[in-house]
């Protein structure tokens, strides 16, 4: 038996405001007036001067706004690398990725690629990066993806929807200030909630948990049932408390593996584009069989918040567009194994996924 | 307000048996034949070959069993250093320690030392320390005090029982090998496992509280609660999840604070040379008043498991012996604070203090 030597966030900083500490954090890092910090935002703050005017900018430093209305992608990731070293007198002294999961997925995989030869979906996989990658700083401004902890970045290649896991993946830095997530729209923060509290069920129900994952885990899952079921929190802790979920919720799955939900959420990701935390919650609605404790809790959830999911996305699907999600779903090897053990196969066949795909 | 970046174990390994993984971890860490890896080991191992076997040795690698009937000393340290250098052909490759919250405050202790110059007691209090300290590895084999994950390591000096509070305190690599605790005596177990809980009561009911270690608190309570008041755990799921809970009720305080109970112990310590754990047992017993629920469920976790504490030891202290202590108690400002709020002093008088003192 071998165990993971987990790498983990080596610094972080959470509290109310701390965005406003970023300059002392990143002036020590600077490596020289040529070497600029770029900072990587999600364009809906793109002329949100309560966030942008307080992004340090000195001598080179850049921002690149971003829309995350899609996944990230790997030849996205490509252009972004290119852009930065012909623009850049020197190598980056970091890259600072502000926004959800999708920017913090990106600016995972630039600092990756800006020390890496070839091509980012070259990379897609377990622990095939080679050099350390350079100095790297997440700052979520939405809660739930658990991206700010994990060794993972995932991108949508031209093979495969598929993370880039390695040890040089996590951030060297991630500043945990829940203001900046207090103008997400409510569809998006359940959505995106929902990935933290299906995280927590797919680890806490999997074969890999151990000691370890279930005590991360379990307090993800009680912070999710007090922030999506109570009654008593305000605006402010339930914003503090989603980003402590979330950042539990991803440390319990770096020791364990998620499951169903995102084996399957990863096909419908990479045939129809459909985001992340959206199409976990279309998913998990229909995985009753797998997780009947966990979909019924989610179903009250998505009650008491007045969601409504979209319905019918695979209805007009061809057959062949149906194998394409059911060989990116079937691909995720470690994901059905850590969901129902080592004779998944048994269980999950092509005809059972077609099925319940067919339902979405 | 300015939060505090707080510097995480950037490597943590955990599972039963990952002990062996050692050679794997440290092999890549060695700078030279030269430069040895020195591991400092809780003398109850001395003849324990079921895990000294296990320590991989190589060129000029090198133990020193150390006893951890006493407190860390700065004089300790000091003398470690001087005899690691004069037996080291070249600066260590890194410091591995095995064994209790005393090992491993040694091992964090004596790798800062090897590259600041001057003595340890210099470095205590907060942020005191230049130079990054070596590679140091922190590998408990008892559970509860959180020094795996803390960035103090406490020492007695001749002037005080302080910590050395820097940023380079941390271990750079922790492995959590829960396997190593099997053998601690029941005693040890429970006044350890109580630095434990006494640190999620002093950080949940702090004035220093925020989320992020009003998660961690609230997650290492629980563990406390089913390990210490349940009935249903096998022996090693109760191990696994003391070493959890550690780890978690450490990274509670890192954000928030201890409070009285460890100021006060603090005292003992210093004066009568108390250990950490069964001293913070005889003064939690004590403090109703400011923990009542704590202290309830505490006396409940005691008669559960049989434990009877030490009495009178300040019955036959001189007015001057008891002034020593209350020095060394008032002097913890922050913990003060923290349990108490701004005006603590208000409460915290000498002659409470004593009275205090007088009952334990």
Chains 1, 2 share one sequence.
Not at 236 to 261: C, P, R
Not at 328 to 345: M, R
Request: proline letters at 4%.
């Amino acid at each position: 038996m071998s165990y993971k030597n987990f790498p983990m966030v080596p610094r972080v900083i959470f509290g109310r405001g701390s965005f406003n500490q970023l300059s002392d954090i990143l002036t020590p890092k600077r490596l020289s007036i040529n070497a600029p910090f770029i900072f990587l935002v999600d364009d809906v703050f793109k002329s949100n001067s309560w966030l942008t005017s307080r992004i340090p900018l000195s001598y080179d430093d850049k921002i690149i706004y971003i829309s995350a209305a899609e996944e990230p992608k790997t030849d996205q990731i490509d252009m972004l690398v290119e852009e930065i070293i012909l623009n850049s007198k020197e190598r980056p002294s970091g890259i600072i990725g502000i926004g959800g999961g999708t920017l913090l997925d990106i600016a995972k995989a630039v600092s990756i690629m800006l020390t890496n030869e070839g091509n980012a979906e070259e990379y897609q996989g377990w622990d095939l990066v080679k050099n350390e990658a350079i100095y790297h700083v997440g700052i979520p401004t939405i809660s739930g993806t658990g991206a700010e902890v994990s060794r993972t970045t995932v991108l949508t290649g031209p093979e495969r929807k598929l993370g880039i896991n390695s040890d040089f993946t996590p951030f060297d830095q991630v500043v945990l200030d829940s203001e900046l997530t207090k103008d997400v729209p409510k569809d998006q923060w359940f959505y995106t909630g929902m990935d933290c509290y299906i995280h927590c069920v797919e680890s806490l129900q999997g074969t890999y948990l151990n000691a370890f994952s279930e005590s991360y885990g379990n307090m993800a899952l009680e912070l999710c049932k007090e922030i999506f079921l109570g009654n008593e929190l305000t605006n402010t802790q339930a914003q503090e408390k989603l980003m402590m979920a979330s950042w539990h919720g991803g440390m319990s799955i770096v020791y364990s593996q998620v499951g169903v939900a995102h084996a399957m959420s990863y096909g419908l990701s990479y045939l129809l584009g459909t985001k992340h935390g959206i199409g976990n919650c279309i998913v998990f609605d229909h995985l009753e069989e797998f997780y009947p404790e966990g979909v019924k809790l989610f179903k009250e959830m998505k009650t008491k918040h007045d969601i409504s999911l979209p319905k019918g996305l695979c209805t007009d699907l061809t057959d062949k567009e149906l194998d394409i999600m059911i060989d990116v779903a079937l691909s995720l090897v470690p994901l059905w194994e850590n969901a129902l053990g080592k004779n998944w196969k048994k269980t999950i066949t092509r005809k059972k996924l077609k099925s319940l795909y067919q339902k979405m």
